[in-house]
């Protein structure tokens, strides 16, 4: 075959993860790797892929890629591996695609080109007027349209609860100046500023190793594929599956079900009015100390 196809879905954090696949995919297949990707942002001029295609896109590539390409395509969230051995999705990704043998224990890291100095210069200009900024990242995919959507953000679990964020910000202004990183379209924090950029230019931002402290979505996975250690906070979900040792992770262990991963287990947790699982024990889990949080800068 010519080319190894490899798909991946999911949010740009996922996306980001994805990379840490495609040096196993080289060797292993030793093809022209072509990535179909619901977020392109991470496999930019990245060494290892030939083409990469946005997923919504593709209906002009099944001739001249498809058919000569050796498909990998599956869901890691749904992998033994992950649900049941408990082993970190990156992992269970290359257990399930058969990119190394089951036994094998290692630690691979996502990796993501550097942007051409043009790009980086964009974002530079916003930041060196910035006096020693201090990135938070305080929810993961959320667009804020209106009200209801951004009270709706506090209520997934991994998210910062509005309680914190603002104690977080409070202290982090003693010495820094608080950026907030978050989707368009912005919405304004008292006491902070909002990082003015593009997806892109937000997985960029990681490479210049502002100290951080993020949550389990896109920054975190960013900040590790520049290898820049930041602080992340955990509530439901894991470290242990879906982080990295190169950064400060924080857990509260505090609940009768600590992370328990819901509702992101994407394995049907949905209520019968189309509502993803409700926590029953007040999310205790997202009680972080911020005191303890600041030690750790």
């Known amino acids: 075959m010519e080319y190894t196809l490899f798909y991946v879905n999911g949010g740009l954090g996922k996306n980001i993860l994805a990379t840490a696949l495609l040096p196993y995919i080289k060797e292993k297949y030793d093809n022209k790797i072509v990535v179909v990707a619901s977020w392109i942002e991470p496999f930019k001029e990245h060494p290892l892929v030939d083409k ?18 050796i498909i990998l395509k599956s869901e890691p969230y749904d992998s033994h591996y992950f649900i049941h051995k408990q082993k970190n999705l990156i992992t269970s990704w290359l257990y399930q695609l058969n990119l190394i043998d089951n036994k094998t224990t290692i630690d691979p890291q996502p990796f993501v080109t550097k942007a051409q100095q043009i790009i980086l210069d964009t974002i530079n200009e916003q930041f060196e007027t910035i006096e020693k900024p201090f990135l938070i990242q305080p929810f993961g995919g959320t667009i804020f349209n209106n009200e209801t959507a951004y009270q709706k953000s506090f209520e ?66 960013a900040y590790a594929a520049f290898n820049n250690p930041a602080t992340v906070i955990w509530s439901g979900t894991s470290p242990d599956l879906l982080g990295y040792r190169l950064h400060k992770n924080i857990r509260v262990n505090n609940c009768l079900e600590p ?21 029953p024990y007040g999310k205790t889990c997202q009680d972080h100390d911020i005191n303890l949080v600041i030690k750790s800068f």
């Not at 992370?259 to 926590?279: A, K, V």
């Open 156 to 221: 997934q679990t991994r998210n910062m609860s509005e309680s914190f964020l603002a104690k977080a910000i409070d202290k982090i202004k003693e010495n820094y100046t608080p950026v907030i990183i978050q989707s368009k379209p912005h919405r304004s924090f008292h006491n902070a500023i909002n990082a003015n950029l593009n997806e892109y230019q937000l997985v960029q931002l990681a490479s210049f190793g502002y100290p951080a402290l993020l949550i389990d979505s896109s920054m975190q996975h």
């Open 259 to 279: 992370e328990c991963h819901r509702p992101y287990s994407f394995l049907g947790d949905m209520l019968d009015n189309h509502q993803t699982w409700q926590c």
């Open 52 to 69: 990469f295609f946005k997923a919504t896109s593709t209906f002009n590539i099944y001739d001249d890629i498809v058919k000569k390409a």
